[in-house]
């Protein structure tokens, strides 16, 4: 196929996207927020229209690119962030690393919305730091194990059915090396409605719908075949999959900064002081178009992530600098958005508050921007 026609074919997918969430996510949008989940409804409606079943691999994960940009042009931070974990974050480690039992039991459940999938990796005190991590997995008499633990920041955390978890394989050890042995590491898929799994909603000043939660496992039974590949290469595959996580939270974005800039010019354009509309203030024009070129970099580099990854190439460097660069620019966006739109912009009500807010997550979820510079200096 040219590139014209790839070109085609992907303009047709983004259009056939827009009109999907036009349709099921915006008109309901401001409810989800104020209740803190996407309802069930919506979950359905987006799994019935094919787009929780896009590639996640190979040429077609360019139709998921284009999904995943769309969604962060809603302007809703909150959503993309629980779509982008359901669809993409949690479901890579059992598409990369799940048996055979493990896909045929959840992946589909995932792709129809009957199971919300979501990511429970952070800890207090163990984010980056994987050492510190304390969740555990004692294995039993019967050949499973008893987790026990508290995982924090989960998105999607009260309506998961399904939630990937990293914990510490083995009874509780005195010897501090061996506490922070990361070899001991392993990721357990864990029925969200088992016994003992309990979520409590964490406030957040933004991804208001994302339904961030604290998520608590009290002696929760898990079986023998619920580990996740095998616990030495734990590491492997969070490197793998971080990687993944950050090619999608760039893509999203890119998104939200896309409709950020699009919410400023057309305030600039419109809204008018002393009969003259604000854009003729040369200051506000030159803020725009820096904006806009600022994009427009980080939109063709987003494509170029993504191709990468169609073509089995993304690495770490690539991923972090889309990372860095797209949700360091969606604050700057942000930050101006909410600037030129004076004290409307302020009340909490606005559209430019809320990706004020929501910005500031960005830099810190799937690894915090000082990480992404580390890794792409070390990767030089």
């Not at 429970?120 to 039993?140: F, I, K, Y």
Request: hydrophobic content about 45%; glycine content about 10%; aromatic content about 6%.
């Amino acid at each position: 196929m040219s590139t014209q026609d790839t070109e085609a074919e992907q303009h047709k997918t983004r259009l056939r996207v827009r009109e999907v969430l036009e349709r099921e996510v915006l008109p309901f949008a401001e409810q989800w927020e104020d209740q803190g989940y996407i309802d069930r409804s919506g979950w359905i409606s987006l799994a019935e229209a094919g787009l929780f079943a896009l590639p996640h691999a190979g040429p077609g994960f360019l139709d998921s690119a284009v999904f995943l940009e769309e969604l962060g042009r809603t302007g809703y931070a909150g959503i993309r962030a629980a779509i982008g974990v359901h669809a993409y974050m949690a479901p890579s480690y059992l598409i990369k690393f799940g048996s055979a039992r493990q896909q045929e039991s959840y992946l589909p459940a995932i792709r129809r919305a009957e199971r919300i999938a979501a990511l429970a990796l952070s800890e207090e005190g163990a984010g980056t730091d994987l050492g510190s991590v304390r969740t555990r997995a004692e294995p039993d008499e019967n050949g499973g194990y008893l987790l026990s633990g508290r995982k924090l920041h989960v998105a999607n955390g009260s309506q998961a059915g399904l939630i990937i978890t990293l914990a510490r394989v083995g009874p509780a050890d005195s010897d501090a090396e061996q506490q922070r042995g990361l070899s001991r590491l392993a990721l357990f898929a864990v029925d969200a409605r088992a016994r003992g799994v309990a979520a409590t909603p964490e406030p957040m000043l933004g991804w208001r719908t994302a339904d961030v939660c604290t998520v608590d496992f009290d002696n929760v039974r898990l079986p023998g075949d619920a580990v996740i590949g095998k616990p030495g290469r734990t590491l492997i595959y969070l490197a793998q999959a971080l990687e993944f996580e950050r090619l999608v939270a760039g893509l999203l974005a890119v998104g939200g900064t896309a409709f950020c800039v699009s919410l400023l010019d057309e305030f600039a354009r419109s809204h008018r002081i002393n009969g003259a509309a604000l854009s003729a203030n040369q200051a506000v024009r030159h803020r725009v178009a820096d904006l806009s070129a600022d994009l427009a970099l980080v939109e063709q580099y987003g494509r170029y992530a993504a191709q990468q990854h169609a073509l089995g190439r993304l690495d770490a460097r690539v991923a972090s600098i889309l990372k860095l660069k797209a949700t360091e620019l969606a604050v700057t966006a942000a930050q101006a958005c909410m600037q030129f739109h004076g004290a409307r912009g302020y009340a909490a009500d606005s559209a430019a508050a809320r990706v004020f807010l929501d910005a500031a997550a960005g830099t810190i979820a799937a690894g915090p921007s000082e990480l992404m510079r580390e890794l792409i200096f070390e990767s030089r």
